[in-house]
T-cell receptor
Framework: GAVVSQHPSRVICKSGTSVKIECRSL??????MFWYRQFPKKSLMLMAT?????????EQGVEKDKFLINHASLTLSTLTVTSAHPEDSSFYIC?????????????FGPGTRLTVT | KQEVTQIPAALSVPEGENLVLNCSFT??????LQWFRQDPGKGLTSLLL?????REQTSGRLNASLDKSSGRSTLYIAASQPGDSATYLC???????????FGTGTRLQVFP
């Protein structure tokens, strides 16, 4: 099956610093990737849709200047949390959309646990 | 606005029981519906995907049904095992939006 990786799996940073999270589709090309955020014991909330070669589309309430998304190639999207604050601490999950057998499916990465101290 | 709700929020059962997890959505204009499993602190594993034109999908001990007109899907787990303990999420893929809207999840614990 399709595999999506994320790096790092865990990161701890100090307030005010920036953190970059990578999302890679390992064995397929993904023109569209998605970034989700998950608070403890809550469901996933879509933050933005990342399109290769164009600007990301952000969901309402998500600050695009704070959560910078770059989809530089068909296998890599990055999320940079700029000037991180403790309230940005969360579990960030990416997914990549693939067409398989005539069906669109999303394949999810293992997630990145961000802790801002 | 599409809203996806899952009940129950939590479930604790002895192994061997057959289980039904429920998912309801408010807008029937969906492209497909997926059921996922999430282990604590981990990403998502796709279990079953049902296209809008389908009524059910089966994989091993899992069976998912879809009733678009009533905005409901159920995940049936037969002969539950402790290894089934996880959070189960349903998500709907809306037509022409490329977005997955996730449900609130059901935390399942199966004890020996």
């Amino acid at each position: 099956g399709a595999v999506v990786s994320q790096h790092p799996s865990r990161v701890i940073c100090k307030s005010g610093t920036s953190v970059k999270i990578e999302c890679r589709s390992l064995d397929f090309q993904a023109t569209t990737m998605f970034w989700y955020r998950q608070f403890p014991k809550k469901s996933l909330m879509l933050m933005a849709t990342s399109n290769e070669g164009s600007k990301a589309t952000y969901e309402q309430g998500v600050e695009k200047d704070k959560f910078l998304i770059n989809h530089a190639s068909l296998t890599l999207s990055t999320l940079t949390v700029t000037s991180a604050h403790p309230e940005d601490s969360s579990f960030y999950i990416c997914s990549a959309r693939a067409l398989a057998g005539g069906k669109h499916e999303q394949y999810f990465g293992p997630g990145t646990r961000l802790t801002v101290t | 606005k599409q809203e996806v709700t899952q009940i129950p929020a939590a479930l604790s059962v002895p192994e061997g029981e057959n289980l039904v997890l429920n998912c309801s959505f408010t807008d029937s204009a969906i492209y497909n519906l997926q059921w996922f499993r999430q282990d604590p602190g981990k990403g998502l594993t796709s279990l079953l995907l049902i296209q809008s034109s389908q009524r059910e999908q089966t994989s091993g001990r899992l069976n998912a049904s879809l009733d678009k007109s009533s905005g409901r899907s159920t995940l049936y787990i037969a002969a539950s095992q402790p290894g089934d303990s996880a959070t189960y999420l349903c998500a709907v893929d809306l037509y022409n939006t490329d977005k997955l809207i996730f449900g609130t999840g059901t935390r399942l614990q199966v004890f020996p």
